[in-house]
Every structure is written in C-alpha cells, then in structure tokens.
C-alpha cells in the first residue's frame, strides 16, 4: 500500500532540545517538524498521525531508549478537529511513570529555507498539567463570555501555557486559536469538548 505521508528531514546544522524537570528530551524548532506531500489527504494525513506518528514520538522523545527492556504502553486517540489542525492523543507509561496528552499540530508552517509547507509536530503536556490547562480554557471562557459575545471576532481574551498561546473568541460559536512553534490552527469546540471529557475518562 503506497503510502501518503511523506516524511521530509529537516537538514540543520544542529538541532536543539528542551529537557524539563522529569528529563524529557523534546525537540523544538525547525528539528521538530516534519512536512508532507502538498497533495495528501488531510483525513488520512491525520488517521497516519494519530495512530503511528504519536507513537513514533512517544517511543523517541518520552520513552527514550529502551536498550534490553521490553517497555510497554498505551496511547488512545481521542479528537481531531474537521480540519485535522489540532490532533490530541492520550498517553501512559507506568514503565517509566509518565503519562498526560499529546497534542499534534497539523497545519502551514516554514521549513528551513523559508518555504511553507504543510507540516505537523507534538507537544508533551503531563497529565495533571494538561488537565489544569482544559479546564482553565473552559473557565476563562464562562468568565468572559458576554466580552467575546458583545463583538463577535473582535473581543479576544488571550493566556498562555509555557511556550502555547491561545487567543478565545467568538465567530459562530466558542473558538479558541493556538500558537505553538510557527503553527496556528483553531481547536474547535467539539474537538476541545472531546479531549478534556476523554482525557478525564481515559486516566479514571
């Protein structure tokens, strides 16, 4: 079966990594995206993320090594939006006792020589850290809900996780627009609504 996702290495002359406080060694920048072809099929694009590019990551960048051991883990797919923009999955690893939500930016971004493609790269959020953030969304949301509903697409509440932006606004309903490493994608409402209640039940 010919496949449809194209995986372009990104040549740099060095690439860079953020270690947080577990150790985790995340890619960032340039180094972290991986680009495909112009013509595939987003739905596809996204099945092949979800399902085997994730995993891919996890095994890489959160596992790590796993040298003679034999290490298991789960991962669960839980919402991608009609757009394939935003990707989030779930992940457990007691092996190595880390768990949380895994989020796949899929959308234009720039290569190393400036050309903009469609690409996608993860992001590790722990577990608790990422149900903080879902339910902080939700709450700013209720809170500033008659602001964004008085001037639709114009009234913008904007926070930020670590290096995550997010601007939330009202255009025919909730949105909320992610800035993430040269990404902007919207996540939509449905998409958001199923991660957060997904996450919740996956981890209980």
């Given at each position: 079966?010919?496949r449809i996702l194209i995986i372009v290495l990104l040549i ?8 947080n406080t577990e150790e985790i060694l995340i890619p960032v ?16 694009v996204a099945k092949e993320i979800s399902q085997f590019r ?151």
């Amino acid at each position: 079966m010919k496949r449809i996702l194209i995986i372009v290495l990104l040549i740099v002359q060095q690439y860079s990594y953020a270690q947080n406080t577990e150790e985790i060694l995340i890619p960032v920048g340039l180094a972290a995206l991986s680009f495909v072809a112009a013509d595939a099929d987003k739905k596809e694009v996204a099945k092949e993320i979800s399902q085997f590019r994730s995993k891919e990551y996890i095994m890489n960048y959160i596992i790590g090594p796993a040298g003679e051991n034999e290490i298991k883990f789960e991962t669960e797919s839980l919402a991608s939006d009609n757009s394939a923009g935003l990707i989030s999955v779930a992940f457990n690893c007691s092996e190595v006792n880390e768990k949380g939500l895994l989020l796949a930016f899929f959308g234009n971004n720039k290569d190393a020589n400036g050309n903009i493609g469609t690409a996608y790269g993860f992001r590790y959020i722990p577990l608790n850290e990422a149900q903080q953030l879902l339910r902080r969304i939700n709450k700013v949301k209720e809170k500033h809900k008659d602001y964004m509903k008085d001037e639709n697409d114009v009234n913008n509440v904007y926070i930020e996780y670590e290096d995550i932006k997010f601007i939330l606004y009202r255009d025919g309903g909730d949105k909320v627009r992610v800035f993430w490493n040269g990404f902007e994608v919207i996540w939509e409402r449905t998409a958001f609504d199923r991660t957060k209640r997904r996450l919740d039940r996956w981890f209980n």
